[in-house]
């Protein structure tokens, strides 16, 4: 499956609650990706909340494009990417 | 021909948009047209192929992926075939006379005329070759319409483009685009979901929002499983999380 690093920006921060609605908006989130076929795997988010990167797996780059749009998810850059291990010579 | 079609518009759309894997299907609906020689399927994955090329910033390539469908269609006279490859040739700018029988927006275009032009793919509902066209000006207004169109659409790479002529006459304060949120009402709930979301987020039962409402609890039934499907949901407690976050009903609850 592909991997891709999808690239939002959030005027407003992006706030997800530390508790049960939370984690209720991340299992929903998960479970509509699921029916495109898209794993959410982490994402790294700058420390004003306004920029979020977004490491994901998925068949197409317009999968995650339907998924954002019933998540109500913005997406500005969606780039193909490969694992580079630096540690792999160890 | 409908594979050629779809791979086509998959790679388009991915390539104005910017997002990765445009030129796999637009090299396989080039490999699949070829070697009927019809204009009509070689055209639209030759045009695809430049429209890539220029927006990935290799004009040089432009030339290559038009000139075998363009010959076909000038001998076959499809005008805007013709139109649509000679105008990505000219906009890589490769000097060339333009074919005869160019269809009328791309003709008025390559003469330079962008305003009419512009105006012309208005006319016929094509918004992005509307900003397109505006994108040839040489002043400010019209590239600022031009890049607040694209942002509009979501096509970045053409938005880039256009960002980087106004930077280069030195325009400053432009747009970042795209616009991040939703505006208004994102799934399309009518007034009356509205009202019935409100009451279900407030933890009412469907008997108790039909008293209040007045309405018939089958009624209201319906509206609980209209704001599910629109919200994709399953329960009510799904809904009024869901509710909140979407901003649809105030979190004093």
Known sequence: ?90 | MPRTIALTVLGLLRARRGDPGQSAPLDEAWALSEPTGESLRMGPAAAARAAAAWLEGRPEDVAGATQAALEVAARARFPWVVGELACWRWRAGIGEAVPDGAAEPYAVQIAGEWARAAQLWTDLGCPYEAALALADADEEEPLRRALNELQRLGARQAAAIVARRLRVRGATGLPRGPRPTTEGNPVGLTAREMEVLALVAQGLRNAEIAERLVLAAKTVDHHVSAILRKLDVRTRGQASAEAIRLRLVGQDR
Not at chain 1, 42 to 59: G, I, L, M, Q
């Open chain 1, 1 to 90: 499956m592909p991997r891709y690093v999808v690239e939002r920006t959030f005027p407003d921060g992006w706030h997800v609650p530390a508790d049960t609605e939370g984690a209720e908006l991340c299992l929903a989130i998960g479970e509509r990706n699921a029916d495109e076929g898209v794993t959410w795997l982490h994402s790294y988010v700058s420390n004003d909340r306004t920029k979020s990167f977004c490491v994901y797996e998925a068949p197409t780059p317009e999968a995650i494009r339907r998924t954002a749009v019933r998540n109500d998810l913005p997406v500005d850059v969606i780039t193909q990417v490969r694992v580079l291990d630096p540690y792999f010579y160890d």
